[in-house]
């Protein structure tokens, strides 16, 4: 880490924050209401592997902040104030989190009730299938990058070094991302085949890598904190596969959801923030009312009135740092 990032995570930021200077820049934003977003929350540091999930201590310090400073609404609520153009009389703020993480289940939900915050869970409805793994493939990255990071990665003919492919200059995740519905799939086979990913997987803690099964999406979606959305079945990039499969996958995931939890599945965040003008219209025909992105990526998405972005909180960085970062995204990201 550079030694000016340093200064400014030891020094600068938490003397910003005793300032006040977080309640200063908020103000300095005509933006009422902000989008934050959250992966997973863990007992045990997890970065190692992926940065995806935040300290249980920290998510708890970020709670209380968020209680004293801003209004939590739901995202319902949220896009009410944008379609109506109503400007709430004290700044908002929603919580949704992604992908659906067992510790979301396990360590997450006690915390948002001890706070009674609103929140949003956008699940991938793999975990309401017996007949799927209880991870997302991603994790299976992950777990190459952790155990094979200095070896040469093949994948048909097509060489990774340190999970870059130099003639094309496209990381291995990327890689994967781009391709289509089924070369995806048989592309993650390959590499478990040659690699026992999913056996590597299974050794590491599972707060960081299993997802919730039916019972806890049940009982998650019980509680009165509680909203659940999709993100998809099995974490398509829905922008760039073909448009039949990105219907398939949304009609998938809102049916599995629904029969699940027995309510109505009507909001989508797009995995990896992954959309366009034709799935957008896809989602409302098939009645996901709201859409969560990650940043819009096109200019109108910002008056397009089925859709937000949301700002993500970091899991490697310290409280004040994120505090700071948060109050500024109400410029940035904020409506």
């Not at 924050?17 to 959250?38: E, F, H, T």
């Not at 940065?51 to 949220?78: C, G, W």
């Not at 109050?327 to 904020?334: E, L, M, P």
Request: net charge positive; glycine share 4%.
């Amino acid at each position: 880490m550079k030694i000016s990032k340093k200064i400014a995570r030891k020094i600068l930021f938490p003397a910003a924050m005793l300032a006040g200077i977080d309640k200063v820049i908020r103000r300095q934003s005509s933006n009422s209401i902000l989008n934050i977003m959250y992966h997973g929350v863990v007992l045990n540091n997890s970065t190692y592997f992926s940065p995806r999930h935040i300290y249980k201590t920290m998510f708890e310090k970020q709670l209380a902040y968020y209680k004293e400073n801003f209004d939590v609404i739901s995202i319902p609520e949220a896009f009410h104030y944008k379609k109506n153009n109503i400007i709430p009389k004290k700044k908002s703020i929603t919580i949704s989190f992604d992908d659906g993480f067992q510790n979301n289940f396990q360590t997450a939900l006690p915390l948002l009730e001890k706070y009674n915050v609103k929140t949003t869970f956008f699940v991938s409805s793999v975990c309401t299938s017996r007949e799927y793994p209880n991870y997302l493939w991603s994790e299976l990255i992950a777990a190459l990058n952790y155990f094979y990071k200095k070896q040469v990665i093949y994948l048909g003919d097509i060489k990774f070094e340190n999970l870059v492919n130099i003639e094309m200059n496209i990381s291995l995740t990327n890689f994967l991302k781009s391709r289509s519905y089924k070369a995806r799939e048989q592309y993650i086979i390959e590499l478990d085949n040659k690699y026992k990913l999913i056996s590597k997987l299974e050794t590491l803690p599972s707060e960081i890598w299993r997802l919730m099964n039916k019972d806890e999406l049940i009982k998650l979606s019980d509680s009165k904190v509680v909203e659940i959305g999709s993100h998809g079945h099995l974490h398509h990039n829905l922008g760039n596969i073909d448009l039949v499969d990105a219907k398939k996958e949304l009609l998938l995931s809102k049916k599995l959801l629904e029969e699940t939890i027995d309510k109505e599945v009507n909001m989508i965040a797009y995995p990896d923030g992954s959309y366009n003008s034709e799935v957008k219209s896809i989602s409302q025909d098939l009645g996901f009312v709201y859409q969560m992105a990650v940043n819009y990526l096109k200019e109108e998405d910002a008056h397009d009135m089925r859709i937000m972005n949301r700002h993500g909180i970091s899991s490697t960085t310290t409280f004040e740092s994120n505090m700071i970062f948060l109050n500024a995204a109400f410029k940035t990201k904020g409506l």
